[in-house]
């Protein structure tokens, strides 16, 4: 025990925060806040002061700077710290920074090219995470040839990890050398002017989010040596119209086609051993479980199909859901956030699941919950429980009534962008779980006079409009946080109090 109190003192004395609060100094339109007793780290540019930069647009970032007679190294680039500044063109990082935080260069709508020092190193998960995004204009990126971590290599225009081949950034100029094996994570993410991308044979991975919010991305051909595709990787491509899955593909991730409004073609080669596209149905479906791993809005859910999996058509252009007689597991929130979607039909023979009375919704037959809803569901008064995620971004009408028989509300089932203003709850209803209706902000008023139901943390959290609660004379077990960040938050205690 005693040597176990020695080790965590002594690295307690040999931290550089330790013993003393964070400083900060400005200086030439930085901030700088003191990282060691020889280092700082840029912590802000402040939007209101100028930077130094050149004629051209050009900022050269510090290599050291003097505090108080003591000379410090620049060594980080702080979260944040060149957030929005528009009128930087060119980027030269100076000798001695070893890491940039995350969204350090959020939205330099500006920004055209960059240089990275000899001494980068960033984190070891090689993760963008954001450093770049919003840096629509940027086209040119070049490394100091002396940096051991990274380069880029045949004048690419890509900052590459030179021991993996990966590709950690790339941009609208970037030309993918064929020795680069991996595509890594976030690598293109919001590169909106980015139209089309050729991956070179040698591409085997393509890491999670690598071109989510490509907004103008239209075309994208894949390399027959592609084996995995990494989760939300086209996420947001809204121009993307079509796509083909290479032979050699045995993993897909979920998301992959969220946000991709302009899909129309998916196509799975048909010497994949993992994966096919049966009959033209513009879906990837796993060929040993017959299951929906992706869709989009011009997908066929054929007879035969056994599976549907988790957010396989989540937040797509899905306009019509049909189920068939053979589809025996939807997983979960396998068409949330479809908000096109105005048809909903299960075949009358599923074992499993129903869309009775013309509801125009997904129920699970056995358990009378509703699986999965759409903007003109009826909800039928046999439902006992409303799944979660079943109305999730859905648009909905204002005046929303629960029916009776409902007993549960799930997690999420209403939450974002529902347009829902007032909301009756039945008398039936005995429970509210987190996040519900999280979000909703236009809904004013919660009618709950007829009910007493527990209601779980942030049930109605962030619904910035909700002024009125009308409880019953005996409130259920209600969470004291289940309206945070609501005007109702602040009468809730008084109603809680006299209610005991």
Same mark, same amino acid.
């Given at each position: 025990?005693?040597?176990?109190?020695?080790?965590?003192?002594?690295?307690?004395?040999?931290?550089?925060?330790?013993?003393?609060?964070?400083?900060?100094?400005?200086?030439?339109?930085?901030?700088?806040?003191?990282?060691?007793?020889?280092?700082?780290?840029?912590?802000?540019?402040?939007?209101?002061?100028?930077?130094?930069?050149?004629?051209?647009?050009?900022?050269?970032?510090?290599?050291?700077?003097?505090?108080?007679?003591?000379?410090?190294?620049?060594?980080?680039?702080?979260?944040?710290?060149?957030?929005?500044?528009?009128?930087?063109?060119?980027?030269?990082?100076?000798?001695?920074?070893?890491?940039?935080?995350?969204?350090?260069?959020?939205?330099?709508?500006?920004?055209?090219?960059?240089?990275?020092?000899?001494?980068?190193?960033?984190?070891?998960?090689?993760?963008?995470?954001?450093?770049?995004?919003?840096?629509?204009?940027?086209?040119?990126?070049?490394?100091?040839?002396?940096?051991?971590?990274?380069?880029?290599?045949?004048?690419?225009?890509?900052?590459?990890?030179?021991?993996?081949?990966?590709?950690?950034?790339?941009?609208?100029?970037?030309?993918?050398?064929?020795?680069?094996?991996?595509?890594?994570?976030?690598?293109?993410?919001?590169?909106?002017?980015?139209?089309?991308?050729?991956?070179?044979?040698?591409?085997?991975?393509?890491?999670?989010?690598?071109?989510?919010?490509?907004?103008?991305?239209?075309?994208?051909?894949?390399?027959?040596?592609?084996?995995?595709?990494?989760?939300?990787?086209?996420?947001?491509?809204?121009?993307?119209?079509?796509?083909?899955?290479?032979?050699?593909?045995?993993?897909?991730?979920?998301?992959?086609?969220?946000?991709?409004?302009?899909?129309?073609?998916?196509?799975?080669?048909?010497?994949?051993?993992?994966?096919? /596209?049966?009959?033209?149905?513009?879906?990837?479906?796993?060929?040993?479980?017959?299951?929906?791993?992706?869709?989009?809005?011009?997908?066929?859910?054929?007879?035969?199909?056994?599976?549907?999996?988790?957010?396989?058509?989540?937040?797509?252009?899905?306009?019509?859901?049909?189920?068939?007689?053979?589809?025996?597991?939807?997983?979960?929130?396998?068409?949330?956030?479809?908000?096109?979607?105005?048809?909903?039909?299960?075949?009358?023979?599923?074992?499993?699941?129903?869309?009775?009375?013309?509801?125009?919704?997904?129920?699970?037959?056995?358990?009378?919950?509703?699986?999965?809803?759409?903007?003109?569901?009826?909800?039928?008064?046999?439902?006992?429980?409303?799944?979660?995620? /079943?109305?999730?971004?859905?648009?909905?009408?204002?005046?929303?009534?629960?029916?009776?028989?409902?007993?549960?509300?799930?997690?999420?089932?209403?939450?974002?962008?529902?347009?829902?203003?007032?909301?009756?709850?039945?008398? /039936?209803?005995?429970?509210?779980?987190?996040?519900?209706?999280?979000?909703?902000?236009?809904?004013?008023?919660?009618?709950?006079?007829?009910?007493?139901? /527990?209601?779980?943390?942030?049930?109605?959290?962030?619904?910035?409009?909700?002024?009125?609660?009308?409880?019953?004379?005996?409130?259920?077990?209600?969470?004291?946080?289940?309206?945070?960040?609501?005007?109702?938050?602040?009468?809730?205690?008084?109603?809680?109090?006299?209610?005991?």
């Amino acid at each position: 025990m005693k040597t176990f109190l020695t080790a965590v003192l002594l690295f307690l004395l040999l931290s550089p925060a330790y013993g003393r609060d964070e400083e900060s100094f400005k200086q030439d339109g930085y901030e700088f806040t003191l990282w060691t007793d020889t280092s700082v780290v840029i912590s802000d540019a402040d939007l209101g002061e100028s930077i130094p930069l050149t004629e051209d647009g050009t900022l050269v970032l510090p290599t050291s700077v003097t505090f108080e007679g003591k000379t410090y190294l620049v060594e980080r680039i702080g979260k944040y710290a060149f957030a929005g500044r528009g009128e930087i063109k060119h980027l030269v990082i100076g000798e001695g920074v070893t890491d940039i935080e995350p969204y350090a260069f959020y939205r330099c709508s500006g920004l055209e090219s960059i240089h990275f020092p000899s001494t980068f190193e960033c984190a070891p998960c090689y993760d963008s995470y954001g450093i770049f995004l919003g840096c629509s204009n940027l086209r040119r990126i070049t490394v100091d040839e002396r940096n051991r971590e990274f380069d880029s290599r045949d004048g690419c225009n890509g900052l590459i990890v030179t021991e993996s081949n990966t590709l950690f950034l790339g941009c609208r100029g970037t030309e993918i050398p064929s020795s680069v094996t991996t595509i890594g994570p976030r690598a293109f993410e919001s590169s909106h002017n980015l139209e089309r991308i050729v991956l070179p044979e040698g591409v085997r991975r393509i890491e999670y989010c690598a071109f989510r919010n490509c907004t103008n991305l239209k075309e994208v051909v894949l390399p027959s040596t592609l084996d995995s595709i990494g989760g939300s990787l086209f996420e947001g491509c809204a121009s993307l119209e079509s796509i083909r899955i290479p032979r050699n593909v045995t993993k897909v991730s979920s998301r992959v086609f969220q946000g991709c409004y302009s899909l129309k073609e998916v196509v799975v080669d048909e010497r994949n051993r993992t994966f096919d /596209s049966r009959h033209h149905c513009n879906a990837i479906i796993d060929s040993a479980q017959d299951t929906i791993v992706a869709g989009c809005g011009a997908s066929v859910i054929l007879e035969g199909i056994k599976g549907i999996g988790a957010e396989a058509f989540s937040n797509t252009d899905v306009r019509s859901i049909y189920i068939p007689k053979s589809v025996r597991k939807i997983g979960e929130m396998a068409f949330s956030g479809c908000q096109f979607c105005n048809t909903i039909n299960v075949h009358p023979k599923n074992p499993v699941y129903d869309s009775r009375d013309n509801c125009n919704a997904i129920i699970e037959t056995a358990t009378d919950k509703l699986v999965q809803g759409c903007s003109v569901t009826s909800i039928p008064g046999s439902v006992k429980e409303l799944g979660d995620y /079943s109305f999730w971004r859905m648009i909905l009408p204002p005046c929303l009534v629960i029916p009776e028989g409902v007993e549960v509300i799930g997690e999420h089932v209403f939450s974002r962008f529902c347009g829902i203003e007032r909301v009756q709850l039945p008398s /039936s209803l005995k429970h509210i779980k987190s996040y519900a209706f999280m979000g909703c902000n236009v809904l004013s008023y919660v009618d709950m006079s007829r009910c007493s139901p /527990s209601i779980e943390k942030y049930a109605f959290t962030h619904c910035k409009n909700l002024h009125l609660v009308d409880f019953s004379s005996m409130p259920g077990d209600i969470s004291t946080q289940a309206f945070s960040d609501t005007p109702f938050e602040e009468r809730l205690d008084k109603i809680l109090e006299r209610s005991k």
